[in-house]
């Protein structure tokens, strides 16, 4: 059974570990790194439980009988107990539920206006993925900034569309509604694939001040508005670090954050494939016992 938490534990603090350095990093790689670590993290905590799970149920008779499991198997591993069987459905049963749930929200989040230019007062403005995608903004949020400022709004919300960062944020999203513990890193993500956003800005118009400006000024008129859960938004996600950040100069990605970061990507990869390899093994020593 141990094993079996190996990998999850090791996945779980090569995240976290990797998730200490991501401001020193560049934000496209910290959105990749972030993203990776998320779904592998994710992905080793659900093969532990759903092993624990499937095996209590398996070693129960009547189980074992329906389905006619060689019994020879039970004989050679310790067995799983009632107390962690029992654990490990409960919450296989609610990672299950969280992530339906998490679908159900991202389908009603989905749905956006017709138009581009919404008539409210609300500063509000994000991008909607598609084909083509688009811009949404709300003359609340036009008024509120000036023609150079508005100039980075919309390179702000195209980036988010040519990188197609709303694919970053349901890998992290849906990690996060899986094992909430990951939630911290999908908040990352988040912030990472907003800062991604401000660099080509930043870019596109030649001036960071601007930039800087416009994200200052966007969440002063947003502030005190309702959360409308928007994932790819030009406000909030900590727009004060964003704008600490656009206000440096631009700088290269330390040699040291980025082999650390790429140290936890490694690691999280290996620890998933020795599981699958211990997997692989299961299922020829099965065979071999079981004449299969």
Known sequence: MWGLLVPMLVAVVAAFGAATVQRRLRPDWATWTLTALAGGSALAV????????????????????????CRAVFSTHDRVSAPVG?????????MATSGVRHLSRRRRASAAPEDDVIQSQDPVAFAVPGRPGRIVVSTGMLDALDEDERRVLYAHERSHLRRHHHRFLHVAEAAAAAVPFLRPLSHQV?????????????????????????IARAALAASGTPDRHVALSFTGCTARARVE???QPSRRTPWASMS?????????????????????????????????
Do not use: N
Not at 86 to 94: C, M, N, P, Q, V
Not at 192 to 206: K, L, M, N, P, S
């Open 46 to 69: 659900l093969w532990a439980v759903s092993v624990l799970a499937v095996s209590f149920a398996l070693e129960q008779p009547t189980l074992g009988a329906v389905f006619g499991w």
């Open 86 to 94: 029992i654990a490990a459905w409960i919450a296989l049963t609610l």
């Open 190 to 214: 988040r912030f990472a694939t907003e800062r991604w956003a401000d660099e080509d800005a930043a870019t596109a118009v030649g001036d960071r001040h601007v930039v800087a400006r416009a």
């Open 245 to 247: 950040a656009m206000l």
């Open 260 to 292: 650390l970061a790429v140290l936890g990507v490694l690691t999280l990869g290996v620890s998933i494939a020795g599981s699958g390899i211990q997997l692989h093994h299961l299922v020829e020593f099965i065979g071999h016992i079981c004449r299969v």
